[in-house]
């Protein structure tokens, strides 16, 4: 009642002052739709979904599995791509960064692997282990594994690039990833060390951490203990 008797005084004086009824009119409907829009408005933000965002990095199909442990949390889940146009810009080409990452060193004698990370070429990482062997330095899993058993060391060819990526706590995740991969296949040898286990990485098949590497042309012959 109060409102149509404030809407009656805004009328009178608008055609007081040569304003025509029909534009008044018009006015009133105006001012009426906007103020049930700005309701709705406000209706329409009470219901929207607030649960908190959590962004993953995609790096696979596999990164899916895990998230789809959160349906039931109230969170949603986003991801981001590691291939931005940034990076593509920026990213060294040079070969030891190229070829650094998450590695497998196999035996020559039993072919129990070794797993071991770089952030160099993985050849030299290759020629520091021979190093430790033949100067009798049990400084690596790998060396220890090979001169307490008397145990043929393999070629270069032996060492592979199984998982591309930089230094940092991305490659440390990684690579206790693939030793709890390996060690449960029985692949390991014994003189690895092993992290705690960690349930999230059983969601994860070695198939899809899989990289091909290309191997130098200049390949050393298999070497032995001495």
């Not at 990095?57 to 109230?74: A, D, E």
């Not at 190229?98 to 070429?121: D, F, M």
């Amino acid at each position: 009642m109060e409102k149509d008797k404030e809407w009656n005084i805004i009328i009178n004086t608008a055609m007081s002052n040569g304003f025509s009824a029909t534009r008044i009119k018009q006015l009133l409907i105006h001012m009426t739709d906007q103020r049930r829009h700005n309701l709705q408005k406000v209706e329409n933000n009470k219901n929207i979904d607030k649960r908190p965002w959590i962004t993953f990095t995609y790096y696979g199909h596999y990164i899916r599995k895990i998230t789809n442990m959160f349906k039931k949390v109230q969170i949603k889940i986003a991801f981001r791509t590691t291939n931005t146009i940034f990076q593509i810009l920026t990213r060294n080409h040079d070969d030891n960064q190229v070829n650094s990452g998450i590695y497998s060193l196999t035996c020559g004698t039993c072919h129990g692997v070794y797993i071991g990370q770089t952030g160099r070429s993985i050849y030299t990482r290759y020629k520091e282990h021979i190093r430790y062997i033949r100067n009798n330095n049990p400084q690596s899993g790998y060396s220890l594994h090979i001169l307490n058993n008397k145990h043929d060391f393999g070629p270069q060819t032996t060492i592979k690039l199984i998982k591309r990526c930089t230094k940092g706590k991305l490659m440390n995740t990684w690579e206790a990833m693939l030793i709890q991969k390996y060690h449960g296949i029985s692949r390991l040898i014994t003189e690895q060390q092993k992290p705690d286990h960690n349930p999230l990485y059983d969601l994860v098949s070695l198939t899809d951490t899989s990289e091909t590497s290309e191997q130098q042309q200049d390949t050393p012959q298999a070497g032995h203990n001495t």
